[in-house]
C-alpha cells in the first residue's frame, strides 16, 4: 500500500495547455510538500502545506498553484505550461512542518513538447 | 546559489569496500543534516541525519561525519553492497526557523560493482 501516491506518473503536453499533478498520502501526516528536480538535478521546494495551511511558497511563477482539499492530499495546477517547467516534480509528506524526515512519491516526468 | 553542493556527481566502488560520499555547505545557520537516498523511478527515501551538536551518527552499515569548522559532512557505507547503488542526496535545514525547509544538494550516482 503506498503512502505517498502521486499520479500521473508521466504527462507530455504542449505548452500553453493547462494540466493537474495530484498528490495523497496514507500516513496520517499534517504536513504536504512540492518538490521540482530540474535539468540540473537539483530538488528545489515550490510548496507546503500543513493541515490544508500554506506555509511554503518559494519563487514559483503563479502559474503554479496548489490545492490542498484535506490535509492527506495536495494537488497541482499548472497553467500555460512553458518549455522550462519541464523536470521531474516530487509530491512528499512528514508527521510535522518541523519533522525532517519526508516521504517521498515516485515522482512525475513533465515533459513540454 | 548553491548552499549544498555535492561535488561529484558519480562514485564507483568496489562490493565490500567502503562507499564514502561527500558534501559540502555554506550556510553556516544549518544545523541539521541528512542523506536521502533514491533509485531510479522512485521518490528519494530517508537514509540518515545528524544534528549540528554531534560529529557522528551511525545505523548499521551507515555512518554519517560531520566537520562543522569545515562546513563539511560524509557519509560512510561499509560494506558496501550492489543494493546501494543509488543517487544519494545531501540535505540541511535551519532548526527553529519559521518556515522549516530542506536545501538538497544536487546528489552522487553511488555504482557498487560486484
Known amino acids: 500500500d503506498t503512502a505517498v501516491s502521486q499520479t500521473p506518473k508521466y504527462l507530455v503536453t504542449q505548452m500553453g495547455n493547462d494540466k493537474s499533478i495530484k498528490c495523497e498520502q496514507n500516513?496520517?501526516?499534517?504536513?504536504m510538500y512540492w518538490y521540482k528536480q530540474d535539468s540540473k538535478k537539483f530538488l528545489k521546494i515550490m510548496f507546503s502545506?500543513?493541515?490544508?495551511?500554506?506555509?511554503i511558497n518559494e519563487t514559483v511563477p503563479n502559474r503554479f498553484s496548489p490545492k490542498s482539499p484535506d490535509k492527506a492530499h495536495l494537488n497541482l495546477h499548472i497553467n500555460s505550461l512553458e518549455l522550462g517547467d519541464s523536470a521531474v516534480y516530487f509530491c512528499?509528506?512528514?508527521?510535522?512542518?518541523?519533522?525532517?524526515?519526508?516521504?517521498f512519491g515516485s515522482g512525475t516526468q513533465l515533459s513540454v513538447l | 546559489d548553491q548552499q549544498v553542493k555535492q561535488n561529484s556527481p558519480s562514485l564507483s566502488v568496489q562490493e565490500g569496500r567502503i562507499s564514502i560520499l561527500n558534501c559540502d555547505y555554506t550556510n553556516s545557520m544549518f544545523d541539521y543534516f541528512l542523506w536521502y537516498k533514491k533509485y531510479p523511478a522512485e521518490g528519494p527515501t530517508f537514509l540518515i541525519s545528524?544534528?549540528?551538536?554531534?560529529d557522528k551518527n551511525e545505523d548499521g552499515r551507515f555512518t554519517v561525519f560531520l566537520n562543522k569548522s569545515a562546513k563539511h559532512l560524509s557519509l560512510h557505507i561499509v560494506p558496501s553492497q550492489p543494493g546501494d547503488s543509488a543517487v544519494y542526496f545531501c540535505a540541511s535545514y535551519v532548526s527553529g526557523a519559521g518556515s522549516y525547509q530542506l536545501t538538497f544538494g544536487k546528489g552522487t550516482k553511488l555504482s557498487v560493482i560486484p
Open positions: 545528524i544534528s549540528s551538536i554531534k
Open positions: 500516513l496520517g501526516h499534517d504536513t
Open positions: 502545506y500543513n493541515n490544508k495551511e500554506l506555509i
Open positions: 512528499a509528506s512528514s508527521q510535522t512542518h518541523t519533522n525532517e524526515k519526508l516521504f
